[in-house]
């Protein structure tokens, strides 16, 4: 038997999920600028329907983005305190991985392209194939890169195959997708599966899941966001 506690707040939508060997019991809404006074109370109440309390838990499982600072910073805040209280190990997971778990749950397709709009003309971007037990693997590693710059890699499009299949073979997912102009590649590739923008905690569980069988657990303090602009400023001033 095995509980896990999945917590998201990484965009404008606030969700949280637990799945109780088995059974999944879940919260989801869109409200944002209100993730700090939603988050608890959706926790409390997901763990109260599910008629178990905090120290039943296996782990923790939180969304480490990339995604918006303020709900990347509240969210692994409420996961590492609940996990304090209870002695609990913690999960980080990537929001791009998250919404291609929805992704793949929702289609056929075979590689999906994740891209959660960052502001400043720039999107949050990777590229997944789908994984056993649904688990997206990672062939197109997460960036921050503006919209139009954004190219295949030799190894995506090798997994997707011909031209001739993008179509069939690709699906499309995210905020970012709406936002901004895209390469023509990218605008003629794939379907946009419209009602998948935002990473959903529930979708985060087989995720989780897989982390927790392979041992892949942190201490509450090593859960820490993913914020990808901070990796690229490093770059750069070490380029100087």
């Known amino acids: 038997m095995t509980r896990i506690l999945a917590i998201d707040s990484s965009t404008e ?11 999944i019991v879940s919260r989801f809404e869109l409200a944002p600028r ?8 959706m926790v409390d109440s997901t763990l109260t329907q ?21 709900g990347l910073r509240i969210a692994i805040s409420v996961a590492q ?7 609990l190990p913690c999960i980080g997971v990537s929001s791009l991985q998250i919404l291609a778990a929805e992704a793949f749950y929702q289609s056929d397709a075979l590689i999906c392209l994740s891209s959660i709009d960052a502001r ?23 960036q921050v890169i503006a919209a139009e710059k954004i190219e295949l890699n030799p190894l995506l499009l090798t997994e997707i195959g011909t031209t001739n299949s ?7 997912v995210g905020t970012g997708w709406q936002e901004y102009q895209y390469s023509a590649i990218l605008d003629s590739a794939g379907l946009y599966l419209e009602q998948v923008k935002y990473p959903n905690a529930e979708m985060m569980l087989p995720i989780a899941l897989a ?9 509450p303090e090593f859960l820490q966001p993913v914020y990808l602009r901070n990796n690229v400023a490093k770059k750069k001033s070490q380029q100087k």
């Open 166 to 172: 993008l179509t069939s073979n690709l699906i499309k």
């Open 120 to 142: 400043m003309q720039e999107v949050y971007f990777a590229g997944f194939k789908r994984g056993e037990q649904g688990v997206p693997t990672e062939i197109h590693s997460q």
């Open 34 to 41: 209100k993730h700090a006074e939603l988050l608890l109370p």
């Open 211 to 219: 982390h927790f069988q392979n041992g892949e657990l942190l201490k």
């Open 50 to 70: 599910a008629d178990i309390s905090l120290s039943d838990l296996d782990a923790i499982a939180c969304c480490v983005g990339p995604g918006a600072f303020t």
């Open 81 to 87: 305190g609940l996990a304090y209280a209870a002695k």
């Open 13 to 23: 939508a606030c969700s949280v999920a637990l799945q109780n060997d088995g059974e």
